[in-house]
């Protein structure tokens, strides 16, 4: 799991960017494309350890709360250095004792500004959100299923988790401090909400009933694109019909799906660009994968609006079939009627 965002930017906050070792207070950076000096990075140290067998890690303490804020303490890497080494010396009480200390500290002789704070915080948490409902860490994995062979499926799981998150970016308050980031936010909310219509139109969902099954078991469930040319009585042309119906459709939720991850990388560019500048710099681009092709291959494919899309984004299902030619990579074409709602 690691240390989330937003314990990241609480931790931040309370040490005041600075490293909480007696004395030291050393003004601290997020990475090093902000220095040129290794020893001003700030490391987000484990108070017990990470691992049982790191420093101070014997504890009964489960491992799934040891990347909390209550166990973490920001310091300079001399600092980090000086107590892993010398974990006897400094206990898990006595690195406890800094922390307040130097958190108390900074309360009473920093001007923070406390609004900006409390606004990026909640910002962060909203990120960390994102990253948990998209899948964000597998998105590659999930997201093969839509391309894999011509028939898009998708786990029930994370049609779910998808619906959480259109939902939760809609129930949001959003504190407007950030236009662009929040404009990435509904711009991927709106992308998915159309990927999880389209699919939907023609998804062969289970016919057991909701309450014969658990979350858990429902969720493993593949969702499958429903073969609907396939009909029983004997009519040629009604049967081609279809199956270019079907083949548009499947090709419209690939686009959808290439879309969203689109949406994505343009999200975390927003936060990169107004919020924490090396955020999932390790993890890269989100990529996705599609095949295979007739020969057995598979391609990797990085997804991104150009500068010149960067103004619109996405701009909604009719205006978004038309133009998804000009998109860096794409699978269908034009407009079909059949997905919009006639009103009589
Ligand atoms: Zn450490
Ligand atoms: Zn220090």
Redo the contacts with the bound molecule.
């Keep these: 799991m690691g240390i989330s965002l937003k314990t990241h930017k609480i931790l931040w906050a309370k040490s005041g960017s600075k490293?909480a070792?007696p004395e030291?207070k050393?003004d601290l950076v997020v990475d090093e494309s902000e220095t040129d000096d290794p020893s001003v990075i700030g490391e987000e140290a484990h108070i017990i350890g990470r691992k049982n067998d790191g420093p101070r890690g014997k504890s009964e303490l489960p491992i799934e709360e040891r990347d909390r804020y209550d166990n973490l303490i920001l310091?300079?890497s001399?600092?980090h250095k000086l107590i892993d080494d010398q974990e006897r010396k400094y206990t898990v009480q006595l690195l406890h004792q800094y922390k307040i200390e130097h958190e108390n500290w900074v309360k009473e002789n920093l001007r923070i500004d406390k609004a900006k704070e409390r606004v990026d915080i909640i910002y962060a948490g909203y990120i960390d959100k994102f990253i948990e409902l998209a899948e964000v860490d597998n998105w590659k994995g999930w997201s093969s299923f839509v391309f894999g062979g011509g028939q898009p499926h998708i786990y029930h799981r994370n049609i779910r988790k998808l619906r959480e998150l259109i939902e939760f970016t809609l129930s949001r308050v959003w504190p407007g401090r950030y236009p662009d980031l929040e404009k990435a936010f509904h711009n991927f909310k709106n992308v998915s909400n159309d990927f999880l219509t389209v699919f939907e139109k023609h998804a062969q969902f289970q016919t057991v009933s909701d309450d014969e099954l658990t979350v858990e078991e429902k969720d493993e469930q593949m969702i499958w694109t429903e073969k609907f040319y396939r009909i029983r009585e004997y009519d040629e042309e009604r049967y081609h019909s279809l199956l270019r119906k079907f083949e548009y459709h499947c090709l419209l939720v690939e686009d959808l799906a290439l879309e969203m991850t689109r949406a994505a990388n343009y999200l975390f560019d927003m936060v990169r660009l107004y919020f924490f500048p090396t955020y999932r710099i390790e993890e890269g681009i989100l990529l996705i994968e599609i095949g295979p092709f007739m020969d057995m291959s598979w391609k990797t494919i990085r997804n991104e609006y150009k500068p010149d899309e960067r103004e619109s984004l996405y701009p909604g299902l009719r205006q978004f079939m038309e133009i998804r030619e000009s998109r860096n990579y794409f699978r269908g074409k034009g407009i079909d009627e059949d997905y919009f709602p006639k009103y009589y």
């Design positions: 490293c070792f030291c050393k310091l300079c001399i600092h």
